[in-house]
């Protein structure tokens, strides 16, 4: 263990120029621009735990714009703008591109783009677009180019966070949103990928903040879950499994609450063999993940497993063996 390089597969990136596109379809913007300096802020993150790779998204500002002309040329702004930032930093970043949901052939064409063109390490998905779920029936066709190309799948919230989709009544405080309706969307969103995942078995899914909710309810969801037989996709499985088991084929960045018990409880849930290190930089600094870890009882092993090898499990070779002492 430990020849891998350590990943972060939680940070972001917001250029001004997208973040403009956005504002003008009256889309997502939760936060500020970053700029380059914002940049050079996150590699200063990355040497002082020694990481090598932080991989970009835009996370809750997603390009799910109304109008197909704007939100392709958004998806496409922050896309190219990724790929200028990789070619510029030496390796230090990597991307998860964004797609032009609801859009249906406008995503297809973009993730295409973002896999066989760019060569991003993945896809990027907000749990929902516009109202709309990731398993919607019209979205078909982009799952099933990511499953012909065993695409790695990034799930971070998007929706009722960012206030732009019906959701609870209540989600208009923005307090509220962030910290409850992000995590119950996760748990929705994931749930649904399961689905998904028994349509599309290649796909490789990364699930954000280590599902919400979904590790504290899990038993919930399978005791009340099996009621509904032929009604709900909780009390279906895929032949020979569980919920339990299905939900252990995503893995899941821990970058929650930190918290000992949210650990102890994503690893009761999940598995530690399922468990990578994220840690929703520029907001917070890789430190703070770190020294979560730390917190929560990881072990050297441990740690060194959830920042490598873990990674590398899904990654595979795109990355080549680390030189950084931990």
Known sequence: MGSHKNIDVHAHHLPATYMTLLEQGDGPTFGAPHDAATLRKMIEGQDEIGLDVQILSTGPNSPYLREASQAKAAARCVNDSYK????QHNGRFGAFGSVPLPHPEAA???????????????????CSALGRSLDDPDFREMWAELDKRAAVIYLHPGGILCGTEPGLAGMDDPGIAVTIGSAAELA????????????????RVIVGLLGGSLPYLLQRVIW?????????????????????????????????LPEPAVLASAREAYGLDRLLFGSDSPSAAPQVTAQFLRAGGFTQEEYTQVLQDNPARIFGDRFEPTSHAL
């Open 84 to 87: 200028t930032i990789i070619n």
């Open 108 to 126: 297809v064409t973009e993730a295409v783009r973002c896999l066989d063109e760019l060569d991003f390490e993945g896809i990027y998905l907000g």
């Open 188 to 203: 929705t969103a994931t749930l649904r990928l399961v689905g998904l995942y028994r349509t599309y078995p290649r796909i």
């Open 224 to 256: 009340l879950g099996s009621r509904f037989k032929g009604k709900s996709l909780l009390a279906e499985t895929g032949a020979d499994s569980s919920l339990t088991a299905e939900l252990r084929r995503f893995s899941y960045d821990v970058n929650l």
